[in-house]
């Protein structure tokens, strides 16, 4: 769980009207879902948002294990003593912050329970530990975000959670944008990151290569960082793009096929 700073403003290049509606849900007491692919930029932007509205920022990263004490909290022994510790979630209700649930498909199914009164007209939480039920205060929102590429059958979001949600699809900004995202992350000048964006363009116009999903923009940036840093294109494409993306080694030469197809 990270809490966030909200005192500097993280870059964020918006690509449409997503920064109005956020701050409509914001200020209307509405949860926000956002559908994306990995690293496109759906936590930045949260982040972004929550430093842009002065908003305290509870991130959690959700996965197989995380279940709803951890986000509600638990009785924990501190000094002798067994004390209540709140976990982000009810942080976030208590002080009318934003509450980021990353990748919400991967939580237990009994976190879901959780969220369903904080997504309707009751906006409440039960601490049924302590037998507190807590009423959101108006400044309280509930974010969440997840890869509708990696839904299966035992991992999916239900109608019956996304339908509680107004939602926003991302996806990967187009090239003049990203050039510039990642040129403003990298400090590597934008005439050396076009490069970067082509390749990245052309990875994930690939078909019938066994890739999961395209390389994402974040990965960009790692490369780029690299290469600010000096070193060489082909070492900080080999560690931020070809060993990211797949674990073949067919695949792989590949990936190297096409950088030097790009980079000549």
């Known amino acids: 769980m990270n809490i966030q700073n909200t005192l500097a403003l993280p870059f964020y290049q918006r690509t449409g009207r997503e920064c109005e ?21 759906k936590t930045r932007f ?21 279940s709803a004490a951890d986000l509600i909290g638990r009785y924990l022994l501190k000094g002798g003593e067994t004390v209540w510790v709140d976990g ?20 237990r199914k009994d976190v879901t329970v959780v969220l369903h009164p904080l997504t309707d007209t009751r906006r409440t ?18 974010v969440a975000s997840y890869n509708p590429g990696y ?17 926003i ?25 076009a490069p970067l964006v082509r390749l990245a363009g052309n990875i994930r116009n690939l078909s019938g290569m066994d890739l ?31 060993e990211p993306l797949s674990d073949e080694p067919d695949v792989q030469q590949a990936l190297r096929d096409l950088i030097s197809t790009i980079y000549g």
Do not use: W
């Open 21 to 41: 509606l956020f701050e409509a849900a914001h200020d209307n007491s509405l949860p926000l879902l956002l559908k994306g692919p990995t690293g496109c930029g």
């Open 46 to 66: 949260v982040e972004h948002m929550a430093a842009r509205l002065g908003k305290p920022l509870y991130t959690v990263a959700c996965h197989d294990d995380l």
């Open 88 to 107: 982000s979630l009810t942080r976030a209700v208590r002080e009318g912050g934003i509450c980021y649930l990353d990748e919400v498909v991967e939580a």
């Open 125 to 142: 939480l039960m601490i049924d530990r302590t037998g507190e039920e807590l009423s959101a205060p108006k400044e309280f929102m509930l």
């Open 151 to 167: 839904q299966n059958v035992l991992k999916r979001l239900k109608p019956s959670t996304r339908q509680r949600f107004l939602s």
């Open 169 to 193: 699809s991302f996806d990967f900004p187009d090239a003049e944008t990203e050039i510039a995202v990642v040129a403003s992350e990298s400090r590597l000048e934008a005439g050396r990151v």
């Open 212 to 242: 999961e999903e395209g390389v994402s923009t974040r990965l960009l940036i790692y490369a780029a960082t690299l290469m600010t840093d000096g070193m060489s294109v082909t070492q900080a494409l080999e560690a931020a793009v070809v």
